[in-house]
């Protein structure tokens, strides 16, 4: 019987490779979040990244409150703005066929906290 001197690792990394491509593949679908929300178009679209979403604020075109993917109201969401740091980034994920007055109420609270850190994601506008 022929002893074996080394391991061969080069099917270990094929595999790994490709379960490295099926994570990066499946993160940036979970960056789009699970939430159903028809974004506006902008002439300056703000695009939604992996970094922007530690406090992410949905508004679905029903009016239903969303905290990061997680269900909640104006009241939640307000004792959980308290915690923030002025300093803290939030990204506003709103519907285009959510009622104004929902987006003043979010921007209330975020006036009444101060945080300043704020960007609304939108599409870029179709030429």
Do not use: C, H
């Not at 019987?1 to 491509?21: C, E, S, T």
């Amino acid at each position: 019987m022929k002893k074996f001197d080394q391991i061969n690792v080069i099917p270990f990394i094929d595999i790994m490779l490709v379960l490295l491509a099926i994570v990066l593949m499946t993160a940036s679908f979970i960056s789009q979040g699970k939430i159903k929300v028809d974004v506006p178009e902008a002439q300056t679209a703000t695009s939604l990244g992996a970094d922007d979403i530690s406090r992410l604020i949905t508004i679905t075109a029903d009016g239903r409150y969303y905290l990061n993917d997680q269900e909640t109201n104006l009241d939640m969401l307000a004792d959980n703005m308290e915690l923030w740091s002025d300093e803290q980034a939030v990204t506003l994920k709103i519907d285009a066929q959510t009622a104004f007055n929902e987006f003043i109420q979010v921007s209330d609270l975020l006036r009444k906290y101060s945080l300043k850190n704020v960007q609304v994601v939108t599409l870029p506008k179709a030429e």
